[in-house]
C-alpha cells in the first residue's frame, strides 16, 4: 500500500473539510447544548477515513477545515480554530494507529467518535483552566461536555458505516475499506 495520497484521495478530503466549514456556517444552530458541533465533525472526519483508508486523512481533513474556517472567518478565536477542527482529527487518527482493522467499520467510527469527543472536551477543560476557573469546576464542565458531545458524534459514527455502504454500491468510492465483521 502506498503511503500518499492518490488524487482523488486529496480531492475527498479537500470536498470533506470544505463542506464541514460550509455546513457549520450555513447551520448556525444555537440549540443551547454543547457539543452538537461534534455531530457534523465526527461523520465527516469518519467519511473521509471511510473513502480513503489511509491513516493520517482525518489529520489533514482536521486541519484542513480549520484553515478554510479561519480563512472565511467562520466561527471565533481567529487562527486558534485551526486546533478546534485539528485536535479531534489528530485524536482520532492517533486512536486509529491502535484499532484499524481489529473491529468492524460501526465500532471502529464510535471509538473513534469518542477519542475525537474527549480530545474535544479536553481543549474546553484545558481553555477553562488558563482562564483560572478552579479544577473541580473545570473538570465537572469537562464531564458535562464530553457526555453531550459524545451523545452527537456517538450518533454521527452510527450513520457513518449506512452512507459508506451506499456510497460503495452506487460506485462512488474507488476501492472498500469496509469490513464486516
Request: aromatic share 10%; proline share 2%; net charge positive.
Amino acid at each position: 500500500m502506498k503511503s500518499s495520497f492518490e488524487l482523488q484521495d486529496a480531492l475527498f478530503i479537500g470536498f470533506c473539510a470544505t463542506l464541514l466549514v460550509v455546513l457549520k456556517s450555513m447551520l448556525r444552530l444555537k440549540l443551547g447544548l454543547s457539543g452538537h458541533s461534534m455531530f457534523l465533525m465526527t461523520f465527516f472526519y469518519l467519511i473521509c477515513y471511510g473513502a480513503v483508508g489511509k491513516v493520517g486523512c482525518i489529520t489533514v481533513c482536521g486541519l484542513l477545515a480549520g484553515l478554510v474556517a479561519m480563512l472565511l472567518s467562520v466561527g471565533k478565536g481567529g487562527p486558534l480554530i485551526i486546533i478546534k477542527f485539528g485536535l479531534p482529527a489528530m485524536a482520532m487518527d492517533l486512536a486509529l494507529l491502535l484499532i484499524a482493522g481489529v473491529f468492524s467499520i460501526r465500532w471502529q467510527s464510535i471509538i473513534l467518535a469518542l477519542v475525537g469527543c474527549i480530545a474535544w472536551a479536553g481543549k474546553g477543560w484545558v481553555g477553562n483552566l488558563l482562564v483560572g476557573m478552579s479544577g473541580q469546576v473545570a473538570l465537572a464542565k469537562f464531564g458535562l461536555n464530553f457526555i453531550q458531545g459524545s451523545v452527537f458524534a456517538v450518533t454521527a459514527a452510527l450513520i457513518v458505516p449506512a452512507v459508506l455502504k451506499q456510497l460503495y454500491a452506487h460506485d462512488l468510492l474507488h476501492r472498500s475499506h469496509l469490513n464486516n465483521k
